[in-house]
């Protein structure tokens, strides 16, 4: 817990540094050297790209457990104050709330001053649609979207392994970089077109099942805290479901509902239109100050479940004595 606790204040403090070398840069590292040896010229044999998939996503994210628990057990060896400082920073890298909310400024700001161009120009370093011709309510619902999607991957279910690592003998570092690794294996070769339609196959389906726990949970704390239980739950089944994404429709429905935005609609990605559901009922535009409120929420369930976690270890050291 105390492992937990430091990363949380390093990741709302500090965040993650550019000039530090960050485990995604390493993850990805490796998927771009693996796409460099397989070429991915293989996709008309379904089979092999399957398999192909599913040996780089048990290597990366066996391997990034491991690295953790070793990195884990070597520096407690060292000192236990060692050990508690190097966990908590290898922790604090997996969780992205910082750098959600420094990516919504960054656009947000921009946009505030009525530069349109360079507003897309800095949404663009965040997803993956195209920006160009972007209206600033267009923009305003990419960042909305961008941050209550990224709300479950990038922050709940990061902190979900962490605290469920805290209750093992594997450790939070460990369960928390594995799932790191399953997100950006999703996030890097997840998608369903080629070349990654048979090769990223086997991480999308993993990082989905990963993250439905965690996400259910965060729909769950988002609408207790809201209160107003009944309204998140009528939203997420009447519209979630609709998402192509088992989780990310349940994540951006649950922040719709308790603020009263509707997001979802028409993105276009090289040039290509892709309709995807409207999620929630549009009492409210969306604006700036919605999107911080939805970051606000954010925290308030990072802490919630980070009270929880700390009233379990006591208790369990409680029944210990």
């Keep these: 817990m105390i492992i937990l606790l430091v990363a949380a204040v390093l990741d709302y403090l500090i965040g993650d540094p550019w000039t530090w070398l960050h485990p995604v840069q390493v993850m990805g590292w490796v998927i771009n050297r693996f796409r460099q040896l397989n070429g991915f010229k293989e996709c008309d044999r379904p089979l092999l790209q399957r398999f192909y998939g599913i040996f780089l996503g048990l290597t990366l994210i066996i391997g990034s457990g491991g690295f953790g628990w070793a990195i884990s057990y070597g520096s407690n060896l060292i000192h236990p104050l060692f050990g508690i400082v190097t966990q908590s920073i290898i922790v604090a890298s997996c969780f992205a709330q910082k750098s959600l909310r420094q990516a919504a400024d960054n656009v947000l700001q921009v946009l505030a001053t009525g530069d349109l161009a360079q507003a897309r120009i800095s949404l663009s370093q965040y997803v993956g649609r195209d920006t160009e011709n972007l209206t600033e309510p267009e923009i305003l619902r990419a960042v909305m979207e961008t941050v209550t999607e990224n709300a479950t991957d990038g922050v709940m279910s990061p902190l979900f392994y962490a605290i469920v690592g805290a209750f093992t003998p594997l450790g939070s570092a460990a369960l928390a970089l594995a799932y790191k690794a399953a997100s950006t294996l999703d996030s890097t070769i997840g998608y369903r077109e080629a070349p990654y339609t048979y090769v990223g196959w086997f991480s999308a389906r993993l990082e989905d099942y990963l993250t ?21 739950w009528l939203i997420c089944i ?7 994404s088992p989780n990310s429709g349940w994540s951006e429905g649950a922040y719709a509902a308790v603020l009263g935005v509707q997001v979802g609609g028409t993105n276009w990605y090289r040039g290509v239109a892709k309709p995807k559901p409207l999620i929630g009922d549009a009492i409210y535009p969306i604006t700036s100050e919605r999107i911080y ?7 308030y369930c990072f802490l919630t479940w980070l009270i ?14």
């Design 212 to 232: 439905w726990l965690p996400c259910r949970l965060t729909v769950l704390t988002l609408a207790l805290l809201s209160g107003k239980p009944k309204q998140v």
């Design 238 to 244: 009447r519209d979630a479901v609709k998402d192509a």
């Design 293 to 299: 409120q939805a970051l606000q929420l954010t925290q």
């Design 308 to 321: 929880i976690a700390i009233a379990l270890a006591i208790i369990a050291i409680l029944n210990q004595l």
